[in-house]
């Protein structure tokens, strides 16, 4: 069963630093791609970073450029988000999500996981 595990989620000030985990199981890790999404109210889900666990390429959304940092540990198949220099607008559920065609774009077969709330308080 594949399983992917958002966390690390939480309550930042402005310009604060929260690592989000997502830990996997139940398919090959090293083969597929793997990014996160997010969400905020009112909003439509969108793509925030994605990495190649076969060639570690790794893709961001021009508003977190420079900010977010996305990285895979093969030893504990997990993928991390680094997020620096926090914004309020960055408010939203993130998501993980597995099986990422280029530029993190969504197919039929990408799985999903539970989020986690990022909250960037002014």
């Known amino acids: 069963e594949v399983q992917l595990q958002a966390s690390g989620g939480g309550l930042v000030q402005a310009g604060g630093s929260l690592r989000l985990s997502c830990a996997a199981s139940g398919f090959s890790f090293d083969d597929y791609t793997i990014g996160w999404f997010r969400q905020a109210p009112g909003e439509v889900r969108e793509a925030v970073s994605c990495i190649s666990n076969r060639d570690y390429r790794t893709e961001y959304a021009d508003f977190v450029k420079g900010r977010f940092t996305i990285s895979s540990d093969h030893d504990r198949n997990t993928v991390y988000l680094q997020m620096n220099s926090l914004k309020p607008e960055d408010s939203a559920i993130y998501y993980c999500?597995?099986?990422?065609?280029?530029?993190?774009?969504?197919?039929?077969?990408?799985?999903w996981g539970r989020g986690t709330l990022v909250t960037v308080s002014s």
């Open positions: 999500a597995a099986d990422l065609s280029t530029y993190c774009t969504v197919v039929a077969g990408t799985r």
